[in-house]
Structures are given as C-alpha cells and as structure tokens.
C-alpha cells in the first residue's frame, strides 16, 4: 500500500474527521472564553479590587537600554490565561459529563420490541427444531 493511500484511508475515518471538527470549534471556543475573561469578566473584577487592570500587571526586571529592549514579567497577563484556562475546563468538563449522562441514558433505555414477524419466525424454527 502506498503512503499516498494509506493517508487517505487514514484521513477518510470519522474519527480523524471528527476531531478536527472539535479542533476548530474547540479553537474558536478558546478565543470566546479570551475575550470574556479579558473583555467582560476581569475590568469589573478590577475594579472590586481597587481599579487594578490585569492585563497591565507587570514587573520591570531591566529597564530598555540603548537597542535593547525592557525585560518585563508580565504576571497580569498570566492571571488572565489562569482564568481563561479554569473557564475552558470547567465548559469541557461540563460538556462531557453531559455526554455522559445521555451514554448512561441511551444505554440504560430497554431494547425495543421484537417485532411480531420475528417472533412468528421464531416459533416455526423452534417448531421445526422439534420436529426432527
């Protein structure tokens, strides 16, 4: 089998096709969860605090000299990408027990009826069993 072909069959399975859905969704869902922590959750936190932006949050630990630039530790905005990481795993964590509880549920429901032919099939090959 050539490589060619082996990545085709490779790439054509559901899996593969279905994690790159959740991939780009996954990714868009990241950049949600960024603004909301940067854009509507952290200003009003802020400012409970003491009118503190997050985002600025920062030490100096070389000031810029000459062509070389300032090094600066910017801890605000690690806090953000904390907060940003803590909603993202709770929504996943969310989304999966869901899943989950339907798995229980659908596993969990009775198997449906026999329909009335099969248990007429049935009963004539039990019959003819007997008959031999």
Excluded: C, H, W
């Amino acid at each position: 089998m050539s490589l060619i072909s082996e990545f085709k069959q490779f790439a054509m399975r559901g899996n593969v096709v279905d994690m790159a859905v959740g991939i780009i969704i996954g990714g868009a869902f990241g950049k949600i969860v960024s603004s909301f922590v940067g854009d509507v959750l952290m200003p009003p936190l802020g400012m409970l605090i003491g009118g503190v932006d997050f985002s600025s949050l920062s030490v100096m630990l070389r000031e810029a000299a000459g062509t070389a630039p300032a090094v600066v530790l910017s801890y605000g905005k690690f806090i953000q990408s904390i907060v940003d990481f803590a909603i993202i795993a709770f929504a996943i964590f969310l989304m999966i027990k869901a899943m989950n509880s339907l798995q229980k549920k659908q596993e969990a429901a009775p198997p449906p009826p026999t329909p009335p032919q099969e248990v007429l099939l049935g009963e004539i090959r039990d019959l003819l069993k007997t008959r031999r």
